[in-house]
């Protein structure tokens, strides 16, 4: 692909996006930002705006999205304004567009990225909600879009990296015996039962590593997000629960491993810097320059695994619990965390209450077949609910709280 590729990138604003724009910065002659979108916060928009000059940019919030029309017009700029999910759907599905980086945080995701695997765009996928949500749709919307989906998670693109290119039906038509995530016990890792009771919102943004979203950020502390990535990944490459298993390493250095039938595994390494797996989902096949820093291994000096404390970090337990069950139960976990960690960034809950109120919304819920989008979204607009019913009953005030269905 030489031709001028247009971009649009949703979650502009993110660390994803902004990753994503710095990559596409360093090459000019290939691609091109052609839409950004991003929540309701203007001024780092605009900026970006000014910068990448896109034909649109849109915001979720209509007032928003009144407020950057006017600053674009002020400054002589003549990219449309749009606003609304519907807006959002328009852009990851316009003719013009190649590629679309799905990076908007959560639920709120799920749609534009599907319209974008729908319209057979080249979809690379920060987004992993929409495959925990909505796993079975979501790859049948690509094969029926003829779309191409990259994964931008780095374990999931290091999986994709050392996988063989002429992939078989599944992982064992691959000669694969087991997928290794690697994760890197986050901020806690060390930490006693006693020390995450009592945990606050400062010390689980704290993370070793990596620098990323906030949601992502508890994510990881909790382990939330490896459990969110081993049901990812059991969507990305056919694989089975009993497939996927999860190392803790660390240093972050090897992105994750596979192991193959005859004893090989295949390890893809690098520095924990995500413009590595948008560049090579950008690129691919093509390998592109991405800014990051060399791999420097005598600074690294030494690799070291562990298994992950399941008793301390009990997400990990129930989202292969969730994984296992099947249809709607996936969606209910990732709905019932996301209020979680939103109650638990506003101090209303501590950091063990996290999965104690994920397990208690699952052992509630009504598991159904996934089969349709509106059983998804109804699904997770029922688990939202019974997550702030959980809140209520412990006798926590909801206000500040954002209300209603997040997609
Ligand atoms: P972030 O919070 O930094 O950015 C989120 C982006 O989404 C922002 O542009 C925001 O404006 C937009 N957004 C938020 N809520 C929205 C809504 N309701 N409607 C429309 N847009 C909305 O998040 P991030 O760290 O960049 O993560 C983005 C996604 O990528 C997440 O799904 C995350 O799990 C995934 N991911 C991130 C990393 C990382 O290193 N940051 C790594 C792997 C996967
Ligand atoms: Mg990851």
Known sequence: MSRLQNVTVLGATGTIGVHTLDVIARHPERFRAHALT????????????KQFQPAYAVMLDADAAERLRLMLRDAGLST?????????????????VDVVMAAIVGAAGLKPAMAAARSGKRVLLANKETLVMSGSLFMEAVREGAATLLPIDSEHN????????????????????????????????KASHAELVTATPAQALNHPNWVMGPKITIDS?????????????????????DQVDVV?????????????????????????????????????PDRLESGVATLDLFKVARLDFEAP?????????????ALRR??????????????AVQAFLLQKIGFMDIPR???????????????????????????????????KASGIELSGMESGIAC
């Open 309 to 321: 404390d399941t008793t301390r970090f009990p997400c990990l337990v129930l989202s292969y619990e």
């Open 248 to 284: 803790v390493h660390p240093q972050s250095v090897i992105h994750s491993m596979v192991e193959y039938i005859d004893g090989s595994v295949l390890a893809q390494l690098g520095s924990p810097d995500m413009r590595t797996p948008i560049a090579y989902a950008l690129g691919y």
């Open 158 to 189: 290091a999986i994709f990296q050392v996988l063989p290119s002429k992939q078989g039906k599944n992982l064992t038509q691959n000669g694969v015996k087991r997928i290794l995530l690697t994760a890197s016990g986050g901020p806690f890792r």
């Open 38 to 49: 991003a929540n309701s916060r203007v001024e780092p928009l605009f900026e970006q705006c």
């Open 221 to 241: 502390a909790t382990l939330m997000n490896k459990g969110l990535e081993v049901i990812e990944a059991r969507w990305l490459f056919n694989a089975t629960p």
């Open 80 to 96: 449309e304004v749009l606003y609304g999910m519907q807006a959002l759907e328009k852009v990851a599905s316009l003719p013009e």
């Open 357 to 391: 109120m994920i397990e208690s919304v699952l052992a509630d819920a009504n598991i159904e077949d996934a089969s349709s989008l509106q059983h998804v979204i109804a699904a997770d607009g029922w688990a939202r609910h019974a997550a702030q019913q959980w809140m």
């Open 326 to 339: 099947g249809g709607t139960a996936p969606a209910i976990l990732n709905a019932a965390n996301e209020i």
